[in-house]
């Protein structure tokens, strides 16, 4: 959170947005950008909240379905990560994945412009993205982040947390 006097936010909102008459009145965009409000289609029921999730927080840039390839992500200097890609996201513990949803991607040298949702979103509503993130993928994190009685505990395979918590 950046705090800015008014008419600071107000230009930098035009110049976001492409507006070319600063103070003219109401700041009005200069196109439709899509709404992710929907889930994106052969979600569960039972990932229907993760899902939703991922669709108004982590779609715009990295898209519906984890391929790096959401709207927004033709405007960032760097390619933001494929979520989808089993390989590259197998590699990422799900504790990495909490660090930078939560902490934004400076937290784990990447880009800058990843946001942080910590101050948004809730340690629960994380999880529910990270695991999401694993359904993307269809993949777990590595075996070395993974508890050794995870399935001895009923975890499901990839969280690395026991039912409950």
Known sequence: RQRMRAADVELL??????????G???IEPVGPYPVADTLPEG???GSNEGARLYASHCASCHGADGGG???????????????????????????TLFDGIHGGGWVLDKSSRM????????????RLLVDHIR???????????RPADAEAQ??????????GE
Do not use: K
């Not at 709207?71 to 933001?80: C, K, Q, S, T, Y």
């Not at 946001?115 to 994380?126: H, K, T, Y």
């Open 69 to 95: 390839d959401g709207w927004n992500a033709v405007n960032l200097p760097v390619p933001p990560t494929a979520h989808a890609d089993s390989a590259q996201m197998s590699a990422r513990a799900d504790d």
């Open 24 to 26: 003219s009145g109401p």
């Open 135 to 145: 359904e993307l993928c269809s993949c777990q994190g590595p075996v070395w982040a």
């Open 43 to 45: 979600s569960n029921e």
């Open 13 to 22: 909102a035009s110049y976001l947005l492409g507006v070319e008459d600063v």
């Open 115 to 126: 946001p942080a949702f910590g101050d948004r979103l809730s340690v629960r509503e994380i």
């Open 154 to 163: 009923g975890a499901s395979p990839g969280n690395g947390r026991r039912d």
